[in-house]
């Protein structure tokens, strides 16, 4: 076979089977992996009978192994909802240090290039904004957030180290929200958590007065983003993500719209350390990759509602026939 083998972490996650459907469509062999923590085989399920797919049920925090070669690694297995890694924080550091250390390992073993899944929370609750890669972030690292952020910057860094030290071909791509079909319903969320409250006709819960902003990728967009950084040359952190910025109570409402829900509009405490305003400077991305995201937040939130639709009635059938 002269095509190229790509080892997708994360396999069976919201952006993993993304990325592994992209890559079989572009004529790829991919390995898929995934301890399944927060991961669904439901996601990939349609890719088990493609013989271009593997998939290895592992945990990437222990050594890893991948008979044959590997062109392309991407590192995208991490608890990354604000409740998973609350509710997980140990498996969140473990799986952001040791599992891209065993990666980096692996890409040096196998002469790969190793592009790792990273994020805004590098940014912290950032002081700057918009946030551009040459900020530092203001991160608390004890907070509970602290789990996935230092685990993301300590990503950052030893992936760098072994670019430096060994001369190994890594990217970086900081990841800002990002939306769309596959999302957990359940995941705490601010999108999956509206749009499922909205359907069962229940409050939707704005955490504090929702004045803070957050910036919404459709994934489709983040994963054009995500193959044409794996295929260039950059080797420095990227942002990746929707400049258009928007407060969470306004997406709260525009969510009540598209719905047509009576729900009404709550507001719950604020979590600790919730960043106050987030949205990416792409002039990077836009520059060398020729990025930037096409998906309008209307037709990419139709297309997230029609997924949960049918999520949720599909589990009602289910109930109905049990
Ligand atoms: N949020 C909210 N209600 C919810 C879930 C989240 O108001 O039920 C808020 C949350 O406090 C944050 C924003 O929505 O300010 C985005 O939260 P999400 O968990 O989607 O992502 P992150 O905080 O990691 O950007």
Redesign the pocket.
């Known amino acids: 076979m002269s095509s190229k083998r790509v080892l997708i972490t994360g396999a069976a996650g919201f952006l993993g089977s993304h990325l592994c459907d992209r890559f079989i469509k572009e004529g790829y062999q991919v390995v898929g992996m995934d301890n399944l923590l927060t991961g669904n085989l439901e996601n990939i399920k349609h890719l088990f009978s493609i013989k271009e797919f593997e998939y290895y049920n592992h945990d990437v925090s222990k050594f890893v192994h991948v008979p044959g070669n590997l062109d392309y690694i991407l590192h995208f297995a991490s608890p990354a909802?604000?409740?998973d890694y609350l509710k997980m924080p140990i498996q969140t550091l473990k799986v952001g240090s040791l599992g891209t250390h065993n990666l980096l390992g692996l890409a040096l073993a196998k002469d790969a290039r190793l592009l790792i899944a990273s994020t805004s929370?590098v940014y912290g609750d950032p002081l700057v904004h918009p946030q551009n890669e040459e900020y530092w972030g203001n991160v608390n690292p004890i907070g509970p957030r602290g789990v996935y952020d230092e685990a993301k910057r300590f990503q950052e860094a030893i992936t760098m180290a072994y670019h430096r030290t060994h001369g190994l071909e890594t990217r970086i791509a900081r990841i800002f929200?990002t939306y769309g079909p596959r999302m957990r319903l359940n995941d705490?969320?601010?999108?999956p958590?509206?749009i499922s409250q909205a359907l069962k006709g229940e409050d939707i819960?704005?955490?504090?007065d929702?004045s803070?902003t957050?910036s919404f990728c459709y994934v489709d967009d983040l994963i054009e983003g995500i193959y044409k950084l794996l295929l260039s040359d950059f080797e420095n952190p990227i942002n990746l993500g929707n400049p258009q910025e928007i407060t969470?109570k306004e997406f709260?409402e525009e969510v009540v719209a598209l719905t047509n829900s009576h729900s009404k509009i709550i507001n719950?405490e604020?979590?600790t350390d919730?960043?106050k305003q987030?949205q990416p400077d792409i002039s990077i991305a836009k520059k060398i990759l020729d990025w930037s995201p096409k998906v309008e937040r209307t037709e990419g939130l139709r297309s997230t509602l029609d997924y949960f639709e049918k999520l949720i009635s599909d589990k009602e059938l289910i109930h109905e026939t049990n």
């Not at 705490?188 to 999108?191: E, F, I, S, V």
Request: glycine share 12%; net charge positive; aromatic share 8%.
């Open positions: 909802s604000p409740i929370e929200n705490g969320r601010a999108l958590a509206f819960t704005v955490f504090g929702g803070q957050r969470i709260a719950k604020l979590p919730d960043p987030r």
